[in-house]
Each structure stands twice: as structure tokens, then as C-alpha cells.
């Protein structure tokens, strides 16, 4: 089985950067993604890694490391409109995607 | 990326029935999913669409219940059957990017509500 775990929720303030973690217990994974998720909308594909290290696409990275099961995204230069869930997902040998609980952030002025 | 479109949009139905979801490619892909998004959670994939054989169904997810058609590469259709209030959700099918097929693009999604 898979376990995928995000911080339920996260505040940060307009301007600032904020790092979503996500951990995770598997046997083997492709690669690890990031969706961004706004109310009521489809989830919105972010970023992926496949080998360690930090993939940088713009505003957004995201970080892996395979040997101690974790990932994390950084948002920099935050919006307001950057206000969402933040979903990391495994992906398998055939593409299925497993997502974890998921990250509601919250973007204060 | 591929533009994805699915019908109905969200639909309102009784204990009992079925509905029928149908999701359309602007382009032939090889790869479709069917995922549940249940009020307030993540996503969990249904299972994979599979062109030409049967679906592929993820543990607690049986084809009598989300029985699957996949008639060609560019649609297929996922039906919700005898509905209960626990089957209220949001159904998301996604395709693989054509360019890299690493990344995977979702449809609009729809919402049903059981009764």
C-alpha cells in the first residue's frame, strides 16, 4: 500500500514564500506530482520529479528525495489568487496517479 | 494539451438509478482514468479506461458498481450505478499529455448529487 501525507491546512501572507510538504511510505514509485486545486474547479497540474533534487517552473518548485520519502513545494512570491488545495500524487509504471490528503492554503493580505 | 470535456456538468438523482458519465478528447490518448472526489477530500482513482479490453479497477472499486466503456482513444464513459447518497461526489476523468505523458490533465469534472 501507499500512505501520502500533506499538512491539512497552511496560512501564509501575500508576498511571502510558503513550502507545502508532503511524506510518503511506498514500495516503488515513476514520479512524484503537484496539482493545484481551486474551489469547485479541476484539480490543475503543477510540477513533477522524477529523480531527486529541485525542479523550478517559474514561481513553483518542487523538491524529492526518494531516500527519505519526501517532497516538498515552494511557492514564492505568493498571490492571492494562489488560494487552493495543493495535492501531491504518486505515480505508477502505468501513469495511475495516488493522491494524497491534500493542502488547503490559505493567501492573507 | 489535450482539451478534455465531460457531460453532464453535475446532475441531481434518485436512490436507486443510474447515470451514465461521458468524457470526450480532442485528440486520440492512450491513457484515461476515472477518479472520485468525495466532499472535502482528495482524489482516488476509479480505475483505468482501457481501449479495446476491460477496465482496470482499483482496490474497493468492482465493475458492477462503475461498470466502464472505452469504444476508442479518444472517449469514454463511466456509469454510476443503483446510487445511494455515498455515491454524491465529484467524477473526474484525465488523460495523459500528448507531448509528455509523465503529466496527466484532468476534465472539468462532474458533480452528482444522490437524493
Known amino acids: 500500500g501507499q500512505n501520502i501525507d500533506q499538512p491539512t491546512e497552511m496560512t501564509a501572507t501575500e508576498g511571502a514564500i510558503v513550502q507545502i510538504n508532503c511524506t510518503y511510505q511506498?514500495?516503488?514509485?515513476?514520479?512524484l506530482f503537484w496539482y493545484q486545486q481551486h474551489a469547485g474547479e479541476a484539480p490543475t497540474f503543477l510540477s513533477y520529479n522524477v529523480l531527486d533534487g529541485l525542479e523550478e517552473k517559474g514561481r513553483f518548485s518542487s523538491f524529492l528525495s526518494r531516500s527519505k520519502g519526501y517532497s516538498y513545494l515552494l511557492l514564492k512570491e505568493l498571490q492571492m489568487k494562489d488560494s487552493a488545495s495543493y495535492l501531491c500524487?504518486?505515480?505508477?509504471?502505468?501513469?495511475?496517479?495516488?493522491f494524497g490528503t491534500g493542502t488547503l492554503l490559505a493567501v492573507q493580505p | 494539451s489535450a482539451v478534455i470535456s465531460q457531460k453532464p456538468s453535475r446532475d441531481i438523482c434518485q436512490r436507486g438509478t443510474s447515470l451514465t458519465i461521458q468524457c470526450q478528447v480532442d485528440s486520440q490518448v492512450t491513457m484515461m482514468f476515472w477518479y472520485r472526489q468525495q466532499p472535502g477530500q482528495s482524489l482516488t482513482l476509479i480505475a483505468t479506461?482501457?481501449?479495446?479490453?476491460?477496465?482496470?479497477?482499483e482496490s474497493g472499486f468492482v465493475i458492477d458498481k462503475f461498470p466502464i466503456s472505452r469504444p476508442n482513444l479518444t472517449f469514454s464513459t463511466l456509469t454510476v450505478s443503483n446510487m445511494s447518497p455515498e455515491d454524491s461526489s465529484i467524477y473526474l476523468c484525465?488523460?495523459?499529455?500528448?507531448?509528455?505523458?509523465?503529466?496527466?490533465?484532468f476534465g472539468p469534472g462532474t458533480r452528482l448529487t444522490v437524493l
Open positions: 484525465s488523460v495523459e499529455d500528448l507531448i509528455d505523458s509523465m503529466e496527466q490533465f
Open positions: 511506498t514500495s516503488g514509485f515513476n514520479g
Open positions: 500524487a504518486l505515480g505508477g509504471a502505468t501513469n495511475k496517479l495516488i
Open positions: 479506461a482501457n481501449q479495446g479490453s476491460e477496465a482496470t479497477y
